[in-house]
């Protein structure tokens, strides 16, 4: 059979099943004290858990509870959340836009529910993946404002040794997108260049479009093709800081059980789930639960193939990419907050003081709306020594004392409570006469 005939096939299949079971979407203000509570109730697909997330995430609510089930053909979601101040969610404006998103209209608004790429000729897209080192990101500015672009928004991960940035830029003089191809050309081996540095790594790898991704799991997706959750003998995360993750078999119910305990903080869910997504788990139930400063995640899944993990190499690998998932996001350093007036090269300049300071980016947040450039900075002593507050003061001074603010050092992570990894929150939903027979075995067959 034609591949293209028979995806066509399963796309009117799936509208088919859509339209006789719209997606249902009740959000309730009244049922917890604390929280404004989302019910999803929606025909089941791979990959919907990680649309409904990241769909809440991406209009900056914090989920602090979540259950999950999904067996069979129907998916059936419910969320706890709040937004930043702690607050529930009662702007009506908020509200309509998450029944529009997840509910019945959504079926015929591909673009509200997409989570691939979407084409955009008001920028030209970039993604950077490389070795990470002092100055990397001020080098990379550099040799875009050598070559006219102006940086209009960005993200940059570091994490164990790699470096990931996704970035849209737009032509100095015109404003527009970057589309003649030789100039493409010539960006791309200056920056692949860059990437590559005094040790020429075969590594690097540069890709320029006008099609973008959403930024978040893309930079995942990337940071796990480099293979970043590979433990190293310099790995930063010691046993202390390390996430408590666990991956254990329930062979009666033919389930691997993931569990997650860390510190919580914002878009932890969707980082984990992101990632289950992407390396073709799929989840059944889950219960997420947030336990003061801390998370406790709890996934019953599956391969797309239908097995649980089936060998302790898996088990490892799994263990090692959620355990990456959730340190990336996780910046060490000292928060900066530049505010000011977007202009041309002001990445290139801000950064370039950086470098000349002694001081490494470890991860950025650079966006620029209405003429206003919003740039969040994590930095620290490219040395490993804890940044001086006398170059922190003389870096304001060059820039402007009310253009960059200080927002402090985040908290050390603490160690986590060592749990036993068979005390499942979910292991209530299965109780029957086989349940007294519940075991699970850590040896992989």
Same mark, same amino acid.
């Not at 088990?315 to 996780?330: N, S």
């Not at 202009?343 to 206003?372: C, M, P, Q, W, Y």
């Given at each position: 059979?034609?591949?293209?005939?028979?995806?066509?096939?399963?796309?009117?299949?799936?509208?088919?099943?859509?339209?006789?079971?719209?997606?249902?979407?009740?959000?309730?203000?009244?049922?917890?004290?604390?929280?404004?509570?989302?019910?999803?109730?929606?025909?089941?697909?791979?990959?919907?858990?990680?649309?409904?997330?990241?769909?809440?995430?991406?209009?900056?609510?914090?989920?602090?509870?979540?259950?999950?089930?999904?067996?069979?053909?129907?998916?059936?979601?419910?969320?706890?959340?709040?937004?930043?101040?702690?607050?529930?969610?009662?702007?009506?404006?908020?509200?309509?836009?998450?029944?529009?998103?997840?509910?019945?209209?959504?079926?015929?608004?591909?673009?509200?529910?997409?989570?691939?790429?979407?084409?955009?000729?008001?920028?030209?897209?970039?993604?950077?993946?490389?070795?990470?080192?002092?100055?990397?990101?001020?080098?990379?500015?550099?040799?875009?404002?050598?070559?006219?672009?102006?940086?209009?928004?960005?993200?940059?991960?570091?994490?164990?040794?790699?470096?990931?940035?996704?970035?849209?830029?737009?032509?100095?003089?015109?404003?527009?997108?970057?589309?003649?191809?030789?100039?493409?050309?010539?960006?791309?081996?200056?920056?692949?260049?860059?990437?590559?540095?005094?040790?020429?790594?075969?590594?690097?790898?540069?890709?320029? /479009?006008? #099609? $973008? %991704?959403?930024? *978040?799991?893309?930079?995942?997706?990337?940071?796990?093709?480099?293979?970043? +959750?590979? =433990?190293?003998?310099?790995?930063?995360?010691?046993?202390?800081?390390?996430?408590?993750?666990?991956?254990?078999?329930?062979?009666?119910?033919?389930?691997?059980?993931?569990?997650?305990?860390?510190?919580?903080?914002?878009?932890?869910?969707?980082?984990?789930?992101?990632?289950?997504?992407?390396?073709?788990?799929?989840?059944?139930?889950?219960?997420?639960?947030?336990?003061?400063?801390?998370?406790?995640?709890?996934?019953?899944?599956?391969?797309?193939?239908?097995?649980?993990?089936?060998?302790?190499?898996?088990?490892?690998?799994?263990?090692?990419?959620?355990?990456?998932?959730?340190?990336?996001?996780?910046?060490?350093?000292?928060?900066?907050?530049?505010?000011?007036?977007?202009?041309?090269?002001?990445?290139?300049?801000?950064?370039?003081?950086?470098?000349?300071? /002694?001081? #490494? $980016? %470890?991860?950025? *947040?650079?966006?620029?709306?209405?003429?206003?450039?919003?740039?969040?900075? +994590?930095? =620290?002593?490219?040395?490993?020594?804890?940044?001086?507050?006398?170059?922190?003061?003389?870096?304001?001074?060059?820039?402007?004392?009310?253009?960059?603010?200080?927002?402090?050092?985040?908290?050390?992570?603490?160690?986590?409570?060592?749990?036993?990894?068979?005390?499942?929150?979910?292991?209530?939903?299965?109780?029957?006469?086989?349940?007294?027979?519940?075991?699970?075995?850590?040896?992989?067959?």
């Amino acid at each position: 059979m034609n591949m293209s005939f028979s995806h066509d096939m399963d796309d009117e299949y799936e509208k088919l099943i859509r339209r006789m079971n719209p997606p249902r979407v009740v959000v309730d203000n009244e049922a917890c004290k604390n929280a404004t509570v989302i019910r999803v109730d929606s025909a089941n697909k791979h990959g919907i858990l990680l649309e409904v997330v990241q769909i809440l995430t991406d209009i900056n609510l914090i989920i602090t509870k979540a259950y999950i089930s999904s067996d069979g053909n129907w998916f059936m979601d419910v969320f706890n959340v709040i937004d930043h101040d702690g607050n529930k969610i009662l702007d009506e404006g908020i509200l309509d836009y998450i029944r529009k998103s997840l509910g019945p209209e959504s079926c015929f608004i591909p673009s509200m529910r997409s989570v691939g790429v979407k084409q955009s000729m008001d920028n030209t897209a970039i993604e950077l993946t490389g070795s990470d080192r002092p100055g990397l990101l001020s080098e990379v500015c550099a040799v875009l404002k050598h070559l006219k672009c102006n940086v209009v928004n960005a993200e940059v991960w570091t994490h164990n040794t790699h470096a990931a940035a996704v970035m849209q830029v737009t032509d100095e003089e015109t404003g527009t997108a970057i589309t003649d191809p030789e100039r493409l050309a010539r960006m791309k081996t200056l920056l692949c260049n860059v990437l590559k540095g005094s040790s020429k790594s075969s590594l690097a790898k540069t890709v320029v /479009s006008h #099609s $973008v %991704t959403h930024t *978040e799991r893309r930079l995942h997706q990337m940071m796990f093709a480099d293979r970043d +959750y590979e =433990r190293t003998g310099e790995d930063v995360l010691d046993d202390r800081k390390r996430p408590n993750v666990n991956v254990v078999n329930w062979y009666d119910k033919d389930y691997s059980v993931v569990t997650i305990r860390c510190k919580d903080r914002p878009k932890l869910l969707f980082d984990t789930v992101c990632t289950l997504t992407d390396m073709d788990y799929v989840v059944f139930h889950a219960n997420i639960d947030t336990l003061g400063t801390d998370s406790y995640q709890e996934y019953y899944i599956r391969h797309i193939d239908g097995s649980p993990v089936k060998s302790d190499a898996e088990r490892q690998r799994v263990t090692q990419c959620l355990e990456a998932a959730i340190a990336r996001r996780v910046s060490e350093g000292l928060k900066l907050e530049l505010c000011t007036t977007d202009r041309v090269g002001l990445l290139s300049d801000v950064t370039r003081i950086f470098r000349e300071n /002694s001081l #490494s $980016v %470890t991860r950025a *947040e650079v966006t620029t709306k209405a003429g206003k450039a919003v740039n969040t900075f +994590y930095v =620290r002593d490219a040395s490993g020594y804890p940044v001086d507050g006398k170059t922190i003061d003389s870096i304001r001074q060059v820039i402007g004392q009310t253009i960059l603010k200080v927002k402090g050092n985040p908290e050390d992570n603490k160690p986590n409570a060592q749990e036993s990894p068979t005390r499942f929150l979910f292991g209530g939903l299965f109780k029957s006469r086989s349940f007294v027979n519940f075991s699970l075995v850590r040896s992989y067959s």
